[in-house]
């Protein structure tokens, strides 16, 4: 906990050194695709450090310079398998990102999918020597959190402040310079398989990189994809990538739960291949271009050529119909929301005000997902794409980049976390654990 601890602030400097230079790099790793961005911060106030642990501290404002995307290589639900096949990837989108912006870059801010991510809820209480919070106490509050046993092999990615109370009062952003007695705090922690992250700094590494920061594609795909009130009220934003679904549960501005579904656009292709009998490649294509989750009347009519070129000729002139491939395509797509439905059961979504999800990644655009989602999820549904970002080119604005621009308001406005303040290193870690949500149902 405590090397993990140091290196987090190791990143953090690292990012406000970069910062200062004016550039850095985001680097989104799906399974599917590899997205760079660089970024350019503006002006002679690049970085307002504000004293805040609200949700944007540290506020600056940037465009974006250089952007490429390139298809992953060596990323299975969304976790790194071949590590040179990622390295070459990376190096491919990168360069070319860089040759756009032309610049070059060392450092990145990373975000990744999968690694079995696993979200607890912490709370602490500390008297306050002086009746005025101040920083310290901030730390020491934090400190005074019992950490759960997360087991071995398992790294902090995320640990956030998401709500402070001084004596009665709850709901507080920042509670410093406030006056009270006794200061308690609810935070979330999320840890992830260590393995993962390792692999991901030693590919960076290799691709003579130097880490900045890292996050969860759950996590920032929130922060792009849900507009202001639904990330105050409370929303889940369902992040459907390649290898995996990333689920986020945001409340009061904060992430209070991720959770991730070992599935996604590959498996419907993967399906796809299987049953019509098509290479991969083919699968994708076919997918893009016809795909869908519901059929009506018409698709039975409407034929699709499977284009092959085995030298077969009755075999090359093969074509399905389109109520066919939708046949092929529902069934996985159901599954991939009726898990996330659990996952969100499990967490006690049920309890927030709103019950507001929004789907977004390159997996949402089948058409007619819409509907599907709204019956299997519930009726409040919508399809989410990222915030517009200054300077960010038409092609990768679209809801498969909804983590690669989340990433980056990530990397300008970071959320203050458990590294960002002095913590007494004797204070890590301890025992207890509470249901994620449990702090929601007591607190507001």
Not at 22 to 37: F, N, R
Not at 131 to 157: H, I, W
Not at 321 to 328: F, K, P, V
Not at 338 to 349: I, P, S, T, V
């Amino acid at each position: 906990m405590t090397d993990l601890y140091q290196s987090q602030r190791a990143m953090r400097n690292m990012r406000r050194a970069a910062m200062q230079r004016g550039v850095i790099a985001i680097l989104d790793v799906g399974s599917s695709k590899i997205t760079c961005l660089i970024l350019r911060f503006d002006g002679p106030d690049r970085l307002r450090e504000h004293d805040g642990v609200g949700p944007m501290a540290g506020q600056s404002s940037f465009r974006v310079i250089g952007a490429a995307t390139t298809r992953s290589r060596g990323v299975h639900f969304g976790e790194i398998s071949v590590m040179n096949e990622t390295e070459r990837a990376i190096r491919t989108a990168v360069q070319a990102a860089q040759k756009m912006a032309n610049v070059r870059v060392d450092h990145v801010i990373a975000c990744f999918a999968g690694a079995d991510p696993r979200s607890y809820g912490l709370a602490g209480e500390w008297e306050l020597q002086d009746s005025v919070v101040t920083e310290q106490d901030v730390a020491r509050v934090m400190a005074a959190c019992d950490v759960p046993d997360f087991g071995q092999g398992r790294e902090v990615l995320h640990a956030q402040p998401v709500n402070f109370a001084l004596d009665h009062r709850t709901g507080l952003g920042d509670p410093r310079g406030q006056i009270g007695n006794r200061l308690a705090v609810d935070m979330h922690l999320l840890t992830v398989e260590a393995d993962a992250i390792q692999n991901l700094l030693y590919c960076i590494k290799r691709c003579d990189l130097e880490l900045a920061g890292i996050a969860s594609s759950a996590y920032v795909s929130g922060v792009s994809s849900l507009v202001e009130d639904e990330q105050e009220l409370g929303a889940a934003c369902i992040d459907m990538g390649g290898g995996a679904t990333g689920l986020s549960i945001f409340i009061k501005k904060h992430m209070i739960f991720a959770d991730s579904v070992r599935m996604g656009g590959d498996h419907v292709t993967s399906d796809i291949s299987k049953g019509l009998q098509v290479p991969l490649a083919t699968a994708e294509k076919i997918k893009t271009r016809h795909g869908g989750v519901v059929a009506t009347g018409m698709d039975d009519r409407e034929m699709i050529d499977i284009g092959a070129d085995t030298g077969d000729w009755d075999k090359d002139r093969r074509t399905v119909s389109r109520a066919e491939l939708i046949g092929i395509m529902r069934p996985r797509v159901e599954e991939i929301l009726e898990e996330a439905r659990a996952r969100l059961d499990a967490a006690g979504f049920e309890h927030l005000p709103s019950q507001q999800i929004v789907i977004t990644g390159g997996g949402s655009q089948i058409p007619g997902l819409d509907g599907l989602a709204a019956r299997i999820l519930g009726q409040r549904v919508r399809l989410g794409r990222p915030l517009r970002v200054q300077g960010l080119p038409q092609q990768v604005s679209g809801p498969g980049f909804s983590s690669a621009v989340g990433l980056c308001l990530f990397a300008a406005h970071p959320q203050d976390e458990w590294w960002d303040f002095d913590i007494p290193a004797e204070r890590y870690p301890a025992r207890s654990l509470r249901r994620a949500i449990k702090w929601f149902k007591d607190n507001w």
